[in-house]
């Protein structure tokens, strides 16, 4: 075989190769939670995010970097694979802002938002995250106090994390951002601290529990009374009202009186004094008295009345 052979040969299977090299690094996929930043020349170009097949040119001109878009965790402090819980107590041991130690570990929430910056800006960014947990969380907790930590202020330590896990992230620009930060166990060094500290967190919630109870009671006797005292005041607004109409009522009647007294003095006085002796006193019989105070059988109402009234009942007789 000639030398010209040998070369027609060589270059014809670098060919096939360089052929078959480009053939299969010119296009890629993206799945729908991955995102992939183009690097040429090992220079950061494009950052795709569409899922799907994309074409490139070929190794060595162009490589893809793939990296996820989901939402990723952090555990710090533990481990859990398979529904087993692994924990690094060395990593957890913290001490309070009032001399306490605990055991404090938690979970991350991050996301990668800036592919380029977390290729280029770090070498390794879940290192730098994990030392920023740390270091957020041990600067909280050790500004606050045990009892904060172990129960009620939970909530106000995870968000102080979370805010100086942010700060920390945006100083060093490794294109993470974080979404959310959950204290996952807090607990005391040995079985005595623990016992008693649940006896005391015990008598907390008892004690909440029973001013509890008694505000609700509070509330029920505030409500009760402002129901009694409503209907004291309707009740009030009701006799307000018939008084009103009883006055308005009397005053009418007396214009009346006014007006016949006006017209006819001394009947209407007469008419007066007659009917107030009726009220005062039914039973009695009514004379005139002459001036000189000798009595008169002159006008004895009563025998009167009865005489008229069987004479109306015999004319009622006759005319049927």
């Given amino acids: 075989m000639s ?27 993206l799945g729908e939670s991955d995102q992939a930043v183009i690097l040429t020349f090992r220079k950061a170009e494009d950052t795709v995010t569409e899922p799907g097949l994309h074409f490139k ?42 001399e306490n130690i605990v055991y404090a570990d938690l979970v991350v ?14 070498e390794n960014p879940k290192e730098v995250l994990y030392d920023a947990t740390s270091a957020s969380l041990r600067s909280t907790i050790g500004s606050s106090k045990i009892d904060d930590a172990l129960t009620s202020g939970k909530a106000e330590i995870e968000g102080s994390v979370r805010e100086l896990l942010t700060s920390l992230m ?31 967190t015990d008598a907390r919630e008892t004690m909440n529990t029973k001013m509890n109870e008694a505000k609700k009671y509070e509330n029920q006797r505030l409500n009760e009374a402002e129901g009694e005292r409503a209907a004291i005041m309707h009740k009030a607004e009701g006799e307000k009202a018939a008084r009103l109409e009883t006055a308005r009522g009397d005053v009418a009647v007396f214009n009346k009186l006014y007006e016949q007294y006006k017209s006819s003095p001394e009947v209407t006085r007469e008419r007066l004094t007659i009917e107030t002796l009726e009220q005062v006193l039914p039973g009695a019989e009514i004379y005139i008295m002459n001036d000189d105070g000798s009595t008169m059988k002159y006008f004895p109402i009563r025998p009167l009345e009865k005489e008229q009234q069987p004479k109306k009942s015999d004319e009622s007789k006759g005319d049927e």
């Fill in 3 to 29: 030398l010209k052979r040998i070369y027609s040969v060589i270059g014809m299977a670098v060919a096939g190769i360089v052929l078959t090299v480009s053939l299969f690094t010119s296009w890629y996929t």
């Fill in 57 to 98: 040119l070929p190794w060595p001109i162009q490589n893809v970097e793939k990296l996820a878009r989901e939402t990723m965790s952090l555990e710090f402090g533990y481990k859990e694979e398979n529904g087993k819980k692994e924990k690094f107590s060395d990593e957890t041991k913290m001490i309070t802002g009032d």
């Fill in 109 to 122: 929430q991050w996301k990668i938002t800036d592919p380029k910056k977390y290729l280029f800006h770090s």
């Fill in 170 to 200: 945006d100083k060093y620009d490794i294109g993470i951002s974080i979404l959310a930060v959950k204290l996952k166990d807090v607990e005391l060094p040995n079985k005595e601290v623990r016992s008693a500290f649940t006896a005391v």
